[in-house]
């Protein structure tokens, strides 16, 4: 008969945390061969800059990082992992990374409908199936790391010494990290994107797709089938953002990535559905305080 040893998630996160340093012993992203699954080292500040966050859980066992959305910092490190349950336009960083105190983790991309499957899944089991909630969970949250989160990301890491295990397991093993998240502390968050009446995270996969397009708030409202005064107010409470400010933000951090990415300001503002390159440069200036051409030289390099 099999013995399972539960291990202490402080054990695991030691573990975890000796697995990266073994694959990264100099700064850099490695791309595993687990789908979505990034590993980071950091040894350089990294000032918050725009980025745009789609569905991911960022777990970091050393230094501390940092997301900013709408004015909202988000500062995390070892203690706590960070939910982002759809896609966001945040600045994030990691501004006081350091050789000496390097900046360790992993980044998780969730699969929309493997997330979605298990949330109904949940709340089939538990009898929570259609229950309104009392109150919109945060955009973005912050979870403790309990011993169910700590003990399935050690054993999907633990699949990549192995390309075969990685191969044949990953799928299950990153079906039960998900599992862990929807039964965490960040479960609100998660079932709220991703479980029943999620109409707010599909709305923002519309926008997503769409950012060349004009949008409007009628629109969008119609997409998630709400008269306009309510989608608006879910709308906010989802994301803290009205939905005007959330297109803004979106096409504004797109167009920053795309920048720094090499393409010209022009290119960048025609493709995130900007007609006037005048228009374009004044409101990334007022957002970032620096006009598209001086952000292209000042981008830094490194996971966000």
Not at 24 to 38: F, H, N
Not at 202 to 225: F, K, M, Q, W
Not at 264 to 291: K, L, M, N
């Amino acid at each position: 008969m099999m013995t399972i040893v539960c291990q202490p998630e402080g054990m695991s996160k030691e573990q975890i945390k000796h697995l990266i340093e073994r694959r990264l012993p100099e700064a850099g992203l490695e791309e595993t061969a687990l789908k979505g699954v990034q590993l980071f080292r950091v040894t350089e500040p990294v000032p918050c800059v725009p980025a745009v966050y789609q569905p991911t859980v960022v777990a970091i066992v050393s230094g501390g990082k940092e997301a900013i959305l709408d004015g909202q910092h988000h500062v995390y490190d070892s203690g706590k992992y960070l939910l982002c349950p759809m896609t966001l336009p945040v600045q994030a960083g990691a501004p006081q990374a350091s050789p000496e105190n390097p900046l360790l983790g992993v980044m998780i991309s969730l699969e929309p409908r493997v997330m979605r499957e298990l949330a109904l899944e949940i709340e089939t089991a538990t009898g929570g199936f259609g229950r309104p909630q009392a109150k919109a969970a945060s955009a973005l949250t912050l979870a403790a790391w309990d011993r169910g989160f700590a003990q399935a990301l050690l054993r999907l890491l633990d699949l990549l010494d192995d390309p075969v295990d990685a191969a044949v397991l990953g799928a299950g093993r990153l079906r039960e990290l998900y599992y862990a998240v929807l039964r965490g502390e960040a479960a609100a968050a998660a079932r709220q994107a991703f479980g029943v009446g999620n109409d707010i995270a599909r709305t923002i996969d519309y926008v997503s797709a769409r950012l060349n397009e004009p949008l409007t708030v009628d629109d969008l409202a119609d997409h998630a089938g709400m008269s306009r005064a309510v989608f608006h107010r879910r709308f906010k409470d989802a994301t803290r953002m009205s939905p005007i400010q959330f297109v803004k933000s979106m096409r504004l951090n797109q167009a920053a990535m795309k920048i720094a990415e090499g393409k010209t300001v022009s290119e960048a503002a025609w493709d995130v559905g900007y007609q006037s390159a005048s228009q374009f440069s004044r409101e990334f200036r007022r957002a970032y305080g620096q006009t598209p051409r001086q952000w292209r030289h000042a981008a830094p390099a490194g996971p966000l």
